[in-house]
């Protein structure tokens, strides 16, 4: 069954260091997506993407953060200026096409800023 | 702006049915969404139901709407001690999540 892959599982990093989340979508989806899990609390929507461009955001989403889809295989998230409370588990999602279709996520990168 | 809460634990015995309960603010979410997440792993997509539909059954598994109330419940019946997970309801096309409801299934 095809799934959505996301590396690293886990991230270790300093505040205020650059890091990049990738993510692999399942290959003939169209839609995007990265959320954030901080723990014990809820999953929050940042950012979908479709047809290369961002086509909504939260407000979480600040100029810390951008997505890209560099090759047309991979779907990264990078923070430029990581804080303490960036740590998080960071979640892929893709779908096929809109809001009718399932959303498959990925395993999650469990981010540490220290 | 949207907002999705749930209360946060359940407990039930083996073999109980188990009700976990959400509510919703968006009247206009097309879909709303059951999503299941156990302990270190990602999310899992257990049903959905069209805003149109009042229920709907998948096997062991009951939705409930009420689109009056903004009220959506997932019955689980004859839980196993494999159902403990936490569980996710989720409204909209961009998925917004409530808090999640810690499911524990006693033996």
């Known amino acids: 069954e095809p799934e959505v892959t996301q590396t690293p599982s886990h991230q270790v990093t300093q505040m205020g260091q650059e890091v990049i989340l990738r993510c692999v979508p399942i290959?003939?989806?169209?839609?995007f997506y990265w959320y954030r899990q901080i723990l014990g609390q809820k999953v929050e929507f940042l950012v979908s993407f479709y047809n290369n461009e961002i086509s909504e955001k939260s407000e979480i989403f600040d100029d810390q953060f951008s997505v890209e889809r560099p090759d047309g295989s991979n779907f990264t998230l990078k923070i430029r200026s990581t804080k303490l409370e960036d740590s998080a588990m960071y979640f892929c999602?893709?779908?096929?096409?809109?809001?009718?279709?399932?959303?498959?996520f990925g395993q999650g990168t469990r981010l540490t800023v220290v | 702006g949207e907002d999705v809460e749930q209360s946060l634990f359940l407990s039930v015995r083996e073999g109980d049915s188990s009700v976990i309960n959400c509510t919703y603010t968006?009247?206009?979410?097309?879909?709303l969404y059951w999503y299941k997440q156990e302990p270190g792993a990602g999310l899992q997509l257990l049903t959905y139901?069209?805003?149109?539909?009042d229920m709907k059954q998948d096997q062991r598994l009951t939705v409930l709407l009420n689109k009056k109330d903004k009220h959506l419940s997932l019955r689980i019946a004859d839980t196993q001690t494999g159902d403990s997970a936490i569980y996710f309801c989720a409204e909209g096309g961009k998925l917004i999540f409530g808090q999640g409801t810690e499911l524990s299934v006693k033996p």
């Open positions: 290959s003939n989806h169209l839609y």
């Open positions: 139901i069209f805003s149109n539909m």
């Open positions: 999602a893709s779908r096929l096409q809109g809001i009718d279709t399932e959303a498959f």
């Open positions: 968006d009247s206009s979410s097309t879909y």
